[in-house]
């Protein structure tokens, strides 16, 4: 750009230069003509005499002191000059001060266009999804407005784009578990010391993420109190306050609330942070049968948020004793399956606790028969991890794909303005179609903001994830139609204002529906079944999910995630459920793992988060 500018003023002197020799020119032939010389003084007076004519003086009251002295050395110069060399050095000189220009202009043009390029790339993704997940995901939790990064490392702020799908799962499993009687409270995020130590495996299994408060101001506490990592300890000498009679029975409370586990290893917004938003219930009951029947409901309501509202298909089972929640009976979870890098990751877990904390904090009741009797619990719970996860799955190199029912926006209207076209008209009609839509329950916005081009409101909208687009242009309006752009797939079609409503939601329906069976489809293309060992790792390196029979043995599981971590970082395989849908284990099979050991049941194992 200094070049440029050092071009133009050097194109500037040499015209003028050039307006100095062609002026002289005609005054000098001029003045040849009358028999007289070049002084801009007026024939009448000798040297330093005389009057100036006034042409000349005006010509002499504005000329800059570089012009003088251009002037000065054109006069030493100008005896030799012809009239013809005179025009030849101002057509050059009018030349170059046009070429100056013209790359000044050149200049201008490219840094529009080099500013243009970059407001578009900060519009968008810098990096693919297969070329670098892991960058791409942290990418694009930022740029599509889900979160912001928090000083306090491994915690996050939820905008209002995430906070708003977290709504949509909350409605959901509000509504659904008030059916079966659960009500809602809350209590303390602290747990006394003395509390969170009572159940022995409990505690260790949280040790290392505990949090503790130890100082007030400047004085230590005689006692820390612990930050509630999940709040079995908090509620449960309550309940055996409550609880004195089968008449008591159930009892069913849930919380919304956060919880801190400080995690030191590889924080990643919504699947692993040291603060995150999550509900937490907590049963009694007289009878295992009536805890075990609860386990299983709330654990159908889990895979119902994953594939009925986040389009993403797990796979319900059990745990293994060493991935059980620590300090109950059985574990149940819902697992789903990341393709991009092929790791699994636990969505939700559904947790029988058996008498052990009734044990431990007295929770007893009187039976019908008069007996004294422990109570049988359960605990369950689904976190914000959830939208990690439709994210990973769900996501592309555009941004964001939402399933529709769970999009804080499902339709977003934008009007085409052109040139000839009343722009208030078709903003008008865009708004009416919005209103409609509106009134027909879809959760739709009109962007018709001005400082913005179409262009740019596409990716924006595509970037947040929008399910449906629908353009309203000039000739949309006259023949009272408009055009259908759907995210997940791009798939394009022209509707009639009349089916506007019944329409959209058909394509938002079919959405739904088409995102579940591709998400699907590729979970089963990436799950298969090995018998040894020799096969597991090839399959496991292949990023696949493997179901291989076990002899539900923990050394082994110990052995195998040991012997599966990768000599370039890779972590270990370890068990994530034994399903419920088992394939048929032919008599006589053998542990993959351990062959001098029978097999129990498929395991699912895989790398997973």
């Known amino acids: 750009m200094e070049a440029c500018m050092d071009g133009w003023w050097l194109a500037t002197r040499l015209l003028h230069l050039a307006w100095v020799v062609g002026w002289v020119t005609r005054h000098r032939g001029a003045s040849m003509d009358r028999g007289e010389g070049l002084s801009m003084r007026s024939s009448g007076g000798g040297e330093g005499g005389g009057r100036m004519d006034p042409w000349c003086a005006f010509f002499a009251s504005h000329r800059d002191p570089t012009a003088m002295e251009d002037e000065r050395i054109l006069d030493e110069s100008m005896e030799e000059l012809t009239v013809d060399e005179a025009r030849e050095a101002k057509k050059k000189a009018k030349a170059e001060a046009k ?54 490392s491994g915690c996050y702020i939820l905008r209002p784009w995430a906070y708003a799908i977290w709504e949509e799962l909350k409605a959901f499993f509000d509504g659904e578990i008030k059916k079966m009687g659960v009500e809602n409270c809350y209590f303390p995020m602290f747990v006394p010391e003395s509390n969170l130590i009572k159940e022995k495996d409990h505690v260790e299994g949280f ?56 995690e030191f290893k590889h924080p990643t917004p919504f699947i692993r942070s040291r603060e995150f938003l999550w509900q937490e219930g907590h049963t009694a009951y007289a009878t295992k049968a009536e805890a075990d029947e609860e386990v299983q409901q709330i654990l159908d309501l889990y895979r119902q948020i994953f594939e009925d509202l986040l389009c993403v298909p797990v796979i319900p089972g059990v745990k293994s004793e060493k991935e059980k929640f620590a300090g109950g009976l059985y574990t149940t979870t819902v697992e789903a399956y990341v393709p991009a890098n092929g790791r699994a990751i636990q969505g939700a877990t559904s ?15 009187e039976t019908e028969e008069r007996a004294r009797a422990l109570v049988w619990q359960n605990s369950w719970g689904f976190t914000t991890r959830t939208i990690g996860v439709m994210v990973m799955v769900h996501g592309d190199d ?55 081009t179409p262009g740019w409101k596409y990716n924006h909208w595509e970037l947040k994830g929008v399910p449906l687009r629908i353009e309203l242009g000039p000739k949309d309006l006259e ?10 797939n791009g798939a394009k079609e022209d509707v009639s204002w009349q089916r506007l409503v019944e329409h959209a939601r058909q394509t938002l329906d079919q959405m739904q529906k088409d995102l579940l069976e591709k998400a699907t489809k590729e979970r089963d ?21 493997v179901l291989a029979p076990w002899c539900e043995e923990t050394a082994v599981e110990e052995w195998v995630k040991a012997n599966s ?45």
């Not at 096969?535 to 990023?543: E, N, R, S, T």
């Not at 994530?576 to 498929?602: E, H, N, S, V, Y």
């Open 99 to 152: 070429a100056a220009k013209a790359a000044k202009a050149a200049a201008k043009a490219a840094a529009a266009a080099e500013k243009g390029k970059k407001k578009e790339t900060k519009l968008g993704l810098s990096v693919t999804k297969e070329e670098n997940f892991g960058d791409w995901y942290s990418e694009i939790v930022t740029e599509a407005e889900l979160i912001s990064y928090y000083d306090v």
């Open 351 to 365: 947790h029988c606790l058996g008498q052990n904390f009734a044990k431990m904090f007295g929770i007893e009741f």
């Open 398 to 452: 555009k941004g964001l794909v939402l399933p529709p029912r769970v999009a804080p926006l499902q339709v977003v209207v934008i009007p085409l303005p052109f040139k000839g076209c009343d722009t208030s008209v078709l903003v008008g009609a865009a708004e009416e179609l919005t209103a409609e839509l509106k009134a027909a329950g879809f959760r739709v916005r009109c962007d018709a903001r001005e400082n913005y």
């Open 525 to 545: 293309q990436n799950v298969v079944e090995v018998r040894n060992w020799k096969d597991f790792l090839p399959a496991l390196d292949a990023k696949k999910l």
């Open 207 to 262: 040790a290392p993420e505990v949090a503790w408060v130890t100082r007030s101001g400047d004085t230590d506490l005689d006692v820390p109190i612990a930050v509630r990592p999940t709040s079995e300890t908090v509620m449960y000498p309550y309940y055996a306050d409550w609880i004195r009679s089968h008449r008591d029975l159930p009892l069913k409370l849930n919380q919304w609330c956060n919880v801190v586990r400080w």
């Open 565 to 609: 971590a990768g000599g370039d970082g890779a972590m270990g395989a370890k068990t994530l459920c034994i399903p419920f849908r088992q394939p048929a284990l032919p008599g006589g099979t053998m542990c993959f793992a351990a062959p001098d050991k029978p097999a129990k049941r498929w395991t699912l194992w895989g790398r997973s988060y």
């Open 479 to 488: 023949q009272r139609s408009v055009r259908f752009v759907r995210r997940d």
